[in-house]
């Protein structure tokens, strides 16, 4: 994909700007329809959710205790890697969103909630509620493309460094939760400036991030281990949490992989956004930009609804239980203006993200351009691409891009046949 | 048991050497178990496991439970509420902050306690549902036993003089209209105790000579009617009611008819603020002892735009705003260091709490009004960067 700016068939170029502050008000009013019935049910929800994950969280504990027992071990791991999810996903990460705020509760607020994760609930908040969701999908401002260590976008050059990237991605998501941390502190940034310029905001921000991940460790990798000691638990409790964070690493970067980067959602250049972006085309620059996840209601939950990202990247302050009951109603708008409503079940979503991981890693076009027969010729132009510098690189660009173009062509007759 | 909790005091000197030693061994395995806790807990806390099966025990948050709710006439109810453990008592005539879920959403409202300490060691308010109100009819209507409240520790000034004071043995004036009767009834519950048998004559309560005039607009809606009544009628205290639909409006000026000893009794006042404030100029005029109290102190009634004050820790900054200007930008402009994010309502970034006056949604219109010692004691978060002022209103920057 590449930015929407540039693509051949701009899939908004029929919207008229009256058509765009036309949907505005249309999913304003769906927005409002919501708030209007917002009430006891809605706080019960998550109320039960919260009980819910901490009666799972102090049994499957509990269970650990026990682990030197192999079944013991894999019912608490089940059990604690669930919870954590619970609490990560459908929890923390729709609380701090203030979509509970509206009930007072000190409790449940966005203003006080941690979570079990190594980023601090002040970082995310910044990074995520105000640069992801406002920058939504501009390349170079929204960072939660690739987290700015991949290529996320064909109009990015390529590197042969970036034939490294489906490795980065594997690793990034085993550590998701550290990769969150990294990045909430624009770690690369700041490690890139001077010691002594970098301001005082981001020293104080890195110590409470180191702050938060050894108590975070010490929960997991010491003091539980230590209780389980007395069966001769340590090594199996710690094993345990271990497997449970991993799990947890690996689920939720699975989802917010599919959120925005499955092929077919669309990226924008940050050249081509409005100084003064109106209300209807922020609401268009989501509706196109994310993707969802179609399956069952226990599926909906462990992704902390945000397999309805669609819904969530428009109204990010709505309770999560209700964007089921304005899918709908969204979708119909998609279909009314003629957008692509971009759903599909999980693994074919994953499957399509890490696609578009290895595609990008890879020089434009070489993808499409290599078959069987050809491999080892291809290969050879790769291997020559990633040694032999610029020059080299760009004259193989060329000719790449030249024999896709082709191919497409030729693809395109042939169906028209 | 009228006073409040008994303060602990080190009784002789006998058990002064060895008391220190075992309660410092205590506290001290106490903190190192409530460290490990943390530990094992973070980023929650302990007690946020602890709520989860035990939301009354000691050290928890203060709450209650629902008991009973027991209809008191067609729009009023006392409740029956056990509190938790950290419940420090209180002296009948004060109040309690009570915090109630309704519709999903946390709200508190003041209410006096309407009887005195219980054998059964539950407390009672008593509610006269409210038309419009938004918590009143939750209460009177819907609110079923079994159901959580939140609580603050009992609170107030109006209160029987105690026995010892200069002002006891006492004379009393106790002048309630409406639902003001709620803190005296509690006061006379506790004097005169009511059984099957009827009303217990105790020693304490024979010190006092009380004369209660209640005010109400018609006999029907009085609550504790019945209780006034059988108080009157057992002879403890002098009850004269007056009716607005039988009597007429009730006018200050006719106090000294109803009470001819009105010069010797010291006045303790409660209900609406209208009534406090004609009985405030009659007892200053008469130079007469006054104790007033009152619940509903201000009510907001919302505008467009406003004085805005910003207090940000010692330093305060007052604005005049419109009502189409975010409260973030009238504040930023003034120089005030707010927190900011994305300043279109998606970030939650700029929430800080108003503590008074009331703010509306710029997108919808929608209300958010705070009254103090009403909406919960740190205010009501808002988003400053959508919200504009609707009426005077105060923020505290963190």
Known sequence: MTVITKQPANPIAHLTPEDIEAIGHELDAIRQEVLDTRGERDAAYIRKVVDVQRKLELGSRAVLLGSAFAPAWILGTVGLSIAKILENMEIGHNVMHGQWDWMRDPKIHSTTWEWDNASTAEGWKHSHNEVHHTYTNIVGKDNDLGYGIMRVDEDQRWYPMHLGQPLWNFINACFFEYGIAAYDLELGRNLRTPKDKRSPEFTRRARATLKKIRKQATKDYVAHPLLSLPTGSFLPTLAANFTANLVRNLWSHSVIMCGHFPEGVETFEKAAIPERETRGEWYLRQMLGSANISGSKFMHIMTGNLSHQIEHHLFPDLPSNRYAEVAPKVKALFDKYDLNYHEAPLPQQVYSAWHKVVRLSLPNGWLATTNRKNLPSQLKMLYAMATKGPRVRRAAQARLEQQARRLTAEQNSAQAA | ?398
């Open chain 2, 1 to 398: 048991m009228t006073s409040p909790a008994p303060v602990l005091r080190p009784v002789g000197n006998a058990r002064a050497g060895a008391a220190p030693r075992w309660s410092r061994w205590r506290r001290e395995v106490g903190a190192t178990l409530t460290k490990a806790a943390e530990v094992l807990a973070t980023p929650l806390v302990p007690a946020d496991y602890l709520d989860v099966f035990a939301p009354l025990r000691k050290g928890a948050d203060l709450r209650a439970r629902v008991v009973a709710v027991e209809p008191e006439t067609a729009d009023a109810a006392t409740l029956v509420l056990r509190p938790g453990a950290d419940w420090a008592g209180h002296v009948p005539g004060q109040y309690i902050r009570l915090g109630v879920d309704v519709d999903g959403v946390r709200q508190w409202r003041a209410y006096s306690l309407t009887h005195g300490p219980r054998a059964d060691g539950c407390i009672s308010v008593t509610v006269k549902a409210v038309p419009d109100g938004v918590v009143s009819p939750y209460l009177v209507h819907r609110l079923k036993p079994g159901v959580l409240v939140h609580l603050e520790q009992a609170a107030g000034e109006f209160v029987l003089p105690e026995p010892g004071s200069p002002r006891h043995p006492a004379r009393l004036l106790c002048i309630t209209a409406g639902s003001g009767i709620t803190p005296v009834i509690g006061m006379l519950r506790n004097l005169y105790p009511s059984t099957a048998a009827g009303v217990v004559r105790t020693a304490r309560g024979a010190t006092y000579d009380i004369t209660v005039v209640h005010l109400a607009p018609s006999e029907p809606d009085t609550i504790f009617a019945r209780d006034l009544r059988a108080l009157a009628d057992a002879g403890v205290i002098r009850l004269v009611s007056r009716y607005d639909d039988v009597h007429g409006i009730f006018d200050v000026a006719q106090l000294s008819d109803l009470v001819p000893d009105l010069a010797e009794r010291t006045t303790l006042a409660c209900g609406p603020g209208g009534l406090l404030d004609a009985l405030t100029d009659h007892h200053a005029a008469a130079g007469l002892p006054l104790s007033t109290e009152q619940f509903r102190p201000t009510t907001i009634v919302p505008g467009e735009g406003g004085t805005v004050r910003f207090s940000a820790g010692g330093a305060d900054t007052t604005v005049e705003t419109d009502g189409a200007r975010s409260l973030l930008d009238a504040g930023e402009d003034a120089g005030v260091l707010m927190p900011s994010g994305c300043r279109m309502g998606v970030c939650f970034g700029c929430v800080v709490p108003l503590r008074s006056g009331a703010v509306r949604d710029l997108r919808n219109g929608a209300l958010t009004t705070a009254v103090p010692g009403e909406t919960g004691p740190d205010g009501v978060p808002i988003q400053t960067c959508i919200s504009a002022a609707a009426g005077a209103c105060e923020i505290a920057i963190p």
